[in-house]
């Protein structure tokens, strides 16, 4: 008993430590945090006890589940390989200059540490964005020598090297391009024994909801939840001036036009709402249409530069630049230049909240100026004389076989169309956008969609569906929870789902007829989705189980929630490399859909308070279903989490040399699982088997949730914010 209660006091006092040393760290640096708490000896002892403490005790209660003791055995590895790391591990930088071999590279203390072998610098690079001279990419190209053995390799931001027990990422590098500076980082034996924990873990995880004789597999055979074992798995699985704008529907006339965005053609209109929701955060400025924001930028480029429509992220580079949250984008350049430069270089490698502000708002002044330069507009399509389709930007090198008029059209059309803007000139100019729009079909073959999949995206742009689903959603679940005393009135909340899956229904019909194929190309598409299953097993199951209802309206709002979010920052330009990784999607996904079913938990904790005094025989057998159900969602939520968490840790060692750094937002990741795995383990903390401890906790715990999105996004910042 001595054991279990000091073990307790550890694991409590561990998760206080982490969530004030997050705190600290706001006003200290993430550094200092990271010797000084995070890296202290105690800390790590901290560790070692609770851990050792765990052990004695699983070896005192003959554990013998395998699944149970494979679990916890996953951890034990994980961090047995952290504590190796910490130990064994060396990291530093190389200075290389071109043609100048080196053996040595400093280390975090500031002395030299011995590479295994003779580096070489043959040449540096740097690929840009186009339209200004921000960095897309840099490679190194090194020479490696070993004795009588050389070998070439290409070291950049999504291009690491791996030999001798050394692994090197591209960091930095000097003014005159002659210069690199690579990371180093040479940990044999951490890594391969945390990898070793995370395969446990994932394999553990997943085998806690499949073991027959295991807890979630009895919840499932309750009577509390026959009927609904197939929704459990789904969820698992005032401005310019008037003469500065073209009138809005000559503005809508011109969104008409077809142009080839992310990788497929569509009207500019679908280019023209995620241009406006990657400068602005919305899908409006002011009182003008995408449609009149694009146009505007294209036709009266001096007078939109000075509009505030770009949006400043973060708190920290609005007070390092003296900028408000929206500016013009003017106020960016200077009569030395472009203000951002020498930060995009200095930013370059860094993984700080200010350095990831730069990128973004450097991202959003690129794709201003690929607009104005009309590099992406490839709205004009050719057809070769063999038969093949491309479509071209005004500024693109024309075939030579393009006959000299068709060129010179190309080239002149939309200098034309400016003219007759500014000249207000609309009648001319509606005839001019008609006119390329024939040209369009006559030249694009069978690559212009059909008018059938063009109308269907119109209609699709012209209402924001999933933002005004998951409100309605939402706000009918939360409703909802107060009828359910009321059985003729809470029907009526089946009937407003069985609308709204309608209407969802109808959305996921026009993306298919957009896309060609079922819309499941992305995770928009995958959360629209889920969403409408969910709706859809609910309405099936709400005669077995009233509380049904709530639960689908409620779990299908926050699908539709974090698919708005996702639309609310679209991916136009292109990212860095190492932020293109497919372990970096799957990682946001699956951490989301964890925090999903996390907060149903507290949905059923508000529900069980709201209602447990109710002495009405529908409302006790709710109640005594209540728990029952919270637990369903709380062993695929920790699933998903603990998953989540360390495909993110796997990504940031690919990505970055260093799959755990502290940052405020995946310390708090890491203490939500904890705190959240705590009910769990209602055999040894028999108090989680009384409805009320267990519903309190619940609500309580999902203050970790708000802490780990908005008190991290809000208040703490770090690298993972999105404020």
């Not at 997050?22 to 200290?28: D, L, R």
């Not at 005032?238 to 704008?245: E, G, L, P, S």
């Not at 957009?514 to 859809?536: F, K, Q, V």
């Amino acid at each position: 008993m001595q054991i279990k209660k000091t073990l307790q006091k550890i694991y409590v006092l561990i998760i206080v430590v982490m969530a004030v040393a997050t705190v600290i760290g706001k006003y200290t640096g993430l550094d200092y945090v990271s010797d000084n708490i995070f890296g202290a000896w105690w800390f790590s002892l901290l560790w070692a006890v609770g851990t050792a403490l765990g052990i004695v005790y699983f070896v005192k209660q003959k554990v013998r589940r395998p699944i149970i003791v494979l679990l916890h055995l996953s951890f034990v590895v994980i961090l047995a390989g952290a504590l190796l790391t910490h130990l064994t591990a060396k990291r530093g930088t190389i200075h290389l200059r071109q043609g100048k071999a080196t053996t040595t590279y400093t280390n975090l203390e500031g002395g030299n540490g011995e590479l295994p072998f003779t580096l070489l610098l043959n040449k540096f690079s740097v690929s840009y964005h186009a339209g200004n001279m921000a960095a897309m990419d840099y490679a190194s190209n090194v020479t490696v020598s070993k004795g009588e053995s050389k070998s070439q390799h290409n070291i950049s931001m999504n291009n690491i090297y791996t030999g001798y027990g050394v692994r090197l990422y591209q960091s930095s590098y000097d003014d005159d391009m002659k210069g690199s500076y690579l990371s180093v980082n040479s940990d044999p034996y951490g890594i391969p024994v945390t990898y070793t924990g995370y395969a446990l873990l994932f394999f553990s995880l997943v085998a806690m909801l499949t073991e027959p004789k295991g807890n979630f597999r009895h919840l499932l055979r309750t009577n509390a939840v026959k009927g609904t074992v197939s929704l459990l798995l789904l969820l698992v699985g005032t401005a310019a001036k008037a003469q500065t704008v073209l009138p809005k529907a000559a503005a809508d006339e011109f969104g008409k036009v077809l142009i080839v965005y992310n990788g497929r053609i569509c009207p500019v209109e679908t280019y023209a709402i995620d241009f406006t929701k990657k400068l602005y955060g919305k899908a409006s400025y002011k009182k003008f249409t995408p449609c009149q924001v694009l146009t505007g930028f294209l036709f009266w480029r001096q007078e939109w530069m000075r509009e505030p429509i770009l949006r400043i992220k973060g708190s920290e580079l609005r007070t390092k630049l003296h900028l408000n949250e929206y500016i013009a984008s003017i106020s960016l350049f200077a009569q030395q230049g472009y203000i951002l430069g020498p930060y995009l270089q200095d930013a370059q490698g860094e993984q700080d909240e200010i350095a990831k502000q730069i990128f973004d708002t450097d991202d959003k002044m690129m794709l201003l100026m690929n607009l104005i330069q009309g590099e992406t507009l490839k709205i004009f399509p050719y057809t070769a004389p063999n038969g093949s389709v491309d479509w071209f930007a005004p500024t693109d090198k024309l075939p030579r076989s393009m006959p000299a008029a068709q060129q010179q059209y190309i080239r002149s059309i939309l200098s034309l169309a400016g003219q007759l803007a500014v000249q207000d000139k609309v009648g001319m100019l509606n005839d001019l956008i008609f006119k390329l729009r024939k040209y369009q079909y006559r030249y694009g073959g069978s690559t212009v969609p059909s008018r059938t999949e063009i109308g269907a995206e119109r209609i699709y742009n012209s209402f924001q569906f999933a933002t005004v689903l998951f409100i309605v959603n939402l706000t009918l679940g939360l409703l909802s929870i107060f009828f359910l005393a009321r059985p003729r009135r809470y029907a009526l909340f089946t009937w407003l789902m069985g609308l709204s899956w309608c209407v969802l229904t109808f959305t996921l019909a026009l993306r298919w007829i957009i896309n060609g194929t079922i819309p499941l190309a992305n995770g928009y598409e995958t959360m629209l989705l889920l969403s409408w299953l969910i709706m859809i097993v609910s309405i099936a199951t709400t005669r077995k189980l009233q509380i049904m209802t709530t639960f689908g309206l409620l779990a299908s709002g926050f699908m539709l929630l974090v698919s708005h979010l996702g639309e609310m920052d679209p991916g136009i330009t292109p990212r860095m490399p190492v932020l293109n990784s497919p372990l970096l999607s799957i990682h946001v996904s699956i951490i989301m859909v964890s925090y999903a079913l996390l907060s149903l938990t507290f949905v059923c904790a508000v529900a069980y308070f709201c209602t447990r005094r109710s002495t009405k025989a529908n409302i006790v057998q709710i109640n005594s279903q209540l728990t029952t159900l919270s637990q369903i969602f709380l062993y695929p939520a920790i699933t998903t989490l603990g998953l989540g968490i360390f495909i993110g840790a796997i990504w940031a060692n690919i990505s970055w040399g260093n799959y755990w750094g502290w940052d405020p937002k995946e310390t708090w990741a890491l203490i939500t699982f904890m705190i959240y795995a705590i009910p769990l383990h209602s055999y040894s903390l028999p108090q989680f088997r009384k409805p009320d401890k267990y519903h309190l906790f619940m609500f309580l715990a999902f203050l970790s949730i708000l802490m780990t999105y908005f008190g991290v996004n809000y208040i703490l910042g770090g690298m993972h914010s999105y404020a």
